[in-house]
T-cell receptor
């Protein structure tokens, strides 16, 4: 009963390095999301995927790219990491994009960019 | 633009007592959902309770209930019989119909339970 899993749990990068955050869900959900959480702020949506094969920008997409590899997996890529991208990243999924549907979250990835 | 405000950065309550966390939101929409999420030290976001805007009846889930005042755009969370395991950050979130059904989040309230 894993739900939403994320790897890695923690990562340190140097400015300019690239990395991919992985997310997978086993609930057969259609929709998946990437958020970032910064101190003193609520979560902000980076990108989302309403269904397999589609991706769209959220509130703060600059500096990120995503891939919906299949229905289960949704990855987030930082091509050239910047200190401003130091944050905690959460992946979430929901059955669909309907108004009432609950989003289920993974445990988060803490990223530090030096 | 929609905003969600949680005016209490931190709250504390004695174990077994009742505590209320505040949330206000700004919207011109009439059809939307409101959520309370809990984030314990493990950092995973856990849904606590949700409320449909068109329902006048306040949602309840065991020891958790809300006071939804649509006209005042207020959505407070009441935790009864507080337990040590309730200690966490609590986030209020709003979701409306739109191009991406985005969740708009408050900044969170840290709840401390005193034994």
């Amino acid at each position: 009963n894993a739900g939403v899993t994320q790897t890695p749990k923690f990562q340190v990068l140097k400015t300019g390095q690239s990395m991919t955050l992985q997310c997978a869900q086993d609930m057969n959900h259609n929709s998946m999301y990437w958020y970032r959480q910064d101190p003193g702020m609520g979560l902000r949506l980076i990108y989302y995927s309403a269904s397999e094969g589609t991706t769209d920008k959220g509130e703060v997409p600059n500096g990120y790219n995503v891939s919906r590899l299949n229905k289960r997996e949704f990855s987030l890529r930082l091509e050239s990491a910047a200190p401003s991208q130091t944050s905690v990243y959460f992946c979430a999924s929901s059955p669909g994009m309907n108004l009432q549907e609950t989003q289920y979250f993974g445990p988060g990835t803490r990223l530090l960019v030096l | 633009a929609q905003t969600v405000t949680q005016s209490q950065p931190e709250m504390s309550v004695q174990e077994a007592e009742t505590v209320t966390l505040s949330c206000t939101y700004d919207t011109s929409e009439s059809d939307y959902y409101l959520f309370w999420y809990k984030q314990p030290p493990s950092r995973q976001m856990i849904l606590v309770i949700r409320q449909e805007a068109y329902k006048q009846q306040n949602a309840t889930e065991n020891r958790f209930s809300v006071n939804f005042q649509k006209a005042a755009k207020s959505f407070s969370l009441k935790i009864s019989d507080s337990q040590l395991g309730d200690a966490a950050m609590y986030f209020c979130a709003y979701r409306r119909r739109g191009s991406n059904y985005q969740l708009i989040w408050g900044a969170g309230t840290k709840l401390i339970i005193k034994p």
